[in-house]
Structures are given as structure tokens and as C-alpha cells.
């Protein structure tokens, strides 16, 4: 079954660029639509977009200005950029996708999350 | 935007009670309504998808009901390990999650 790890830099500066990048295993990468949804410390779940493995994406209308997902197909890996942050992007990162439907209608499968601490 | 509404923000009761969890959309979803449960330091995890569909490995303690825009997760008779924070989420236009409900022991 598809598993996903994420990877990246546990703190970034403000005004800096965030990136992470998650890891696909047991299954390809053609087939799903892969997401990222970050959570904020005692907060909840925010999704912040997804991208397909043909190059397209849709983000959140919130943070659309700043994200940029995208594939790797060779690597079988997916990457999350979102630049100028401030201390209100802290927060858990989860990468996810839905692997029974490959749509987004209900994510089974989840990374373990990593935090991400915007500091200076 | 599609926002849903959970209630109650928290809930306290005993093992082995029934829980009633509800999420309200603001605009019709149809049945794209999924439930998740998070604990403490864990991603979360699947339980309903299509408004009433378990997933896999889900116990049939777990039912979810509803649609257009009033669903409702129930929990019947509690375990220890459902003790903990659970969201709705919906897949129209974009994905959106609720607030969360949280179910404490009392």
C-alpha cells in the first residue's frame, strides 16, 4: 500500500522560502492526486493544495499567491514551496492523498507530519 | 467558499457511551463529506467517506449519515482510544476541513 514520508528543514526564517518534500512508497505515482494540509500547534486542518503527476495543481485561495506544488516523477517524490512566511505558517506539514479513489474526497493515506518553526 | 461547522466544540463522556458529533455546510456538498479522528501527535485517520461509507479497518462502532448539508458522525459505545479530536471534510471546489469536535473523558 502507498506510503509517504516527509522531509525538510525543521525551521525557516521569516521572509524565507519553506520547502518540503515528501516520499512515495508502495505504489505509483501516476495515479493520485498528492496534497499537502498543514496544522498549526493546538490548531486544525488546513489543505493547502495538491498536485497530479501531468504537471497540474490547485491550491487553497488562501495561500494560492504563495504555494507552488509539484511532481517528480523519476524520484517518485512531491514538493511543497511556500515562500514569505511569517510566523503564522508554523505549523505541522502533512503530505496525503486519497489512494482508494485517487480523488480528494477522503485522504487514507498520510504522512507523520513534520514541523516547520518560522524564526528568526 | 464552502465552510462546515462543527458541534459541539467539545464533548465529555464516558467510555462506553454513545457519541453524536455534527457537521453543518454552509452550501450543499451532496454526500463528498469525510470524517476523520486525530490523536494527540498522530496524522489523522480516515473513517467515513461519502458521507456513511466506513473505511478500511474502520470498527463498526463508527457510522456516519447525512447529506446535502447536515452530517453526523456517531460513536457507539466508546473506547478508550476514540477519546480524542475529529474533523469533517468536504472535497467541493477544494478540500475544507471543520474546526474539529473534541470528545473528552468525563
Known amino acids: 500500500q502507498v506510503q509517504l514520508q516527509e522531509s525538510g528543514p525543521g525551521q525557516v526564517k521569516p521572509s524565507e522560502t519553506l520547502s518540503l518534500t515528501c516520499t512515495v512508497s508502495?505504489?505509483?505515482?501516476?495515479?493520485?492526486?498528492w496534497s499537502w494540509v498543514r496544522q498549526p500547534p493546538g490548531g486544525g486542518l488546513e489543505w493547502i493544495g495538491y498536485?497530479?503527476?501531468?504537471?497540474?495543481?490547485k491550491y487553497n485561495p488562501s495561500l494560492k499567491s504563495r504555494v507552488n506544488i509539484s511532481v517528480d516523477r523519476s524520484k517518485k517524490q512531491f514538493s511543497l514551496s511556500l515562500n514569505s512566511v511569517t510566523a503564522a505558517d508554523t505549523a505541522v506539514y502533512y503530505c496525503?492523498?486519497?489512494?482508494?479513489?485517487?480523488?480528494?474526497?477522503?485522504?487514507?493515506?498520510w504522512g507523520q507530519g513534520t514541523l516547520v518553526t518560522v524564526s528568526s | 467558499e464552502i465552510v462546515l461547522t462543527q458541534s459541539p466544540a467539545s464533548l465529555a463522556l464516558s467510555p462506553g457511551e454513545r457519541a453524536t458529533l455534527s457537521c453543518r455546510a454552509s452550501?450543499?456538498?451532496?454526500?463528498?463529506l469525510a470524517w476523520y479522528r486525530q490523536k494527540p501527535g498522530q496524522a489523522p485517520r480516515l473513517l467515513i467517506y461519502g458521507a456513511s461509507n466506513r473505511a478500511s479497518g474502520i470498527p463498526a462502532r463508527f457510522s456516519g449519515s447525512g447529506s446535502g448539508t447536515d452530517f453526523t458522525l456517531t460513536i457507539n459505545s466508546l473506547e478508550p482510544e476514540d477519546f480524542a479530536v475529529y474533523y469533517c471534510?468536504?472535497?467541493?471546489?477544494?478540500?475544507?476541513f471543520g474546526q474539529g469536535t473534541k470528545v473528552e473523558i468525563k
Open positions: 496525503a492523498t486519497d489512494a482508494r479513489t485517487g480523488t480528494t474526497d477522503g485522504f487514507d493515506v
Open positions: 452550501q450543499s456538498v451532496s454526500t463528498y
Open positions: 471534510q468536504h472535497n467541493t471546489n477544494w478540500p475544507s
Open positions: 508502495g505504489g505509483p505515482i501516476d495515479s493520485y492526486y
Open positions: 498536485a497530479y503527476h501531468s504537471g497540474s495543481a
